[in-house]
């Protein structure tokens, strides 16, 4: 377990190192960035309208034991925009982009077809998993914003249209209590969330052995491994917000 944590630091390192190298693989990152979020805007927009339901559905019921009604809109935005929107995001990254990046990669290293590239004198990871790790890092960022939207707008629907909220109260409050650090460091969650995903996907894929089968437990373990980084790294970037950022009402 040692030596496959180091492998990946190391993996992600040169990943990274390789960001600004020359030259660019303009096409590949198109090619892959519409790929992902081709296989990821619809499932992220159908899971965010439940999340923002069930988020604005609790809180408003919570409220309303409180006798704090008004605090509703701020309390379920802001637990969409810093908390549901990353996490959904990633999720749905993680899952449906990932997978696939980790498959092509797996496939084409059972094929050999990475230590061909590397007898040509071509860095694998220059050329196949740096485009992919900056593709799905920018559909990460602006697939948050379209999961914030809709968990949002699913929100206000319910709080408001089912639970006789006051759509005044809901959208002041939010306004009160809401500043512009809450909807960055949610953008900061999932440009992290995003580049975590497509590098641990490259690993497993790049070091899948095995034939089909190793593959197929190389996409299984990417997912895995995805899901239980990003709750820590969501901990962590939380943890580091609220020490940083001053909160309003405090």
Known sequence: MITGTGNF?????????????????????VR???????????PAAL???PFGAVIALQLGSLVRQLGAQSFTGAASVLAVVRE??????????????GSAICADLGARKIREELDAMRVLGIDPVHRLVVPRVLASMLVAVLLNGLVNVVGVGGGYFFNVVLQGGTPGAYLASFQALGQLPDLVVGEI???????????????????????????G??????VVITFMLLFALNFVITAIYFQVVPQKGT
Do not use: C, H
Not at 10 to 15: G, N, Q, R, V, Y
Not at 206 to 215: E, L, N, S
Not at 217 to 222: E, L, W, Y
């Open 9 to 29: 630091v190391a993996f992600s390192l040169d990943a990274l190192r390789g960001l600004p190298r020359r030259p660019f693989q303009v096409r590949e990152f």
């Open 47 to 49: 899971v965010a309208i």
């Open 32 to 42: 892959q960035a519409w790929f992902i979020s081709s296989v990821s805007i619809l």
């Open 84 to 97: 549901a929107g990353p996490i959904v995001t990633a999720l749905i990254i993680a899952g449906a982009g």
């Open 189 to 215: 969650k999932a440009l992290v969330f995003g580049a975590v995903a497509a590098l641990v996907a490259s690993y497993k894929g790049m070091t899948a052995r095995g034939g089909p089968k190793g593959v």
């Open 217 to 222: 437990d190389a996409v299984n373990q990417s």
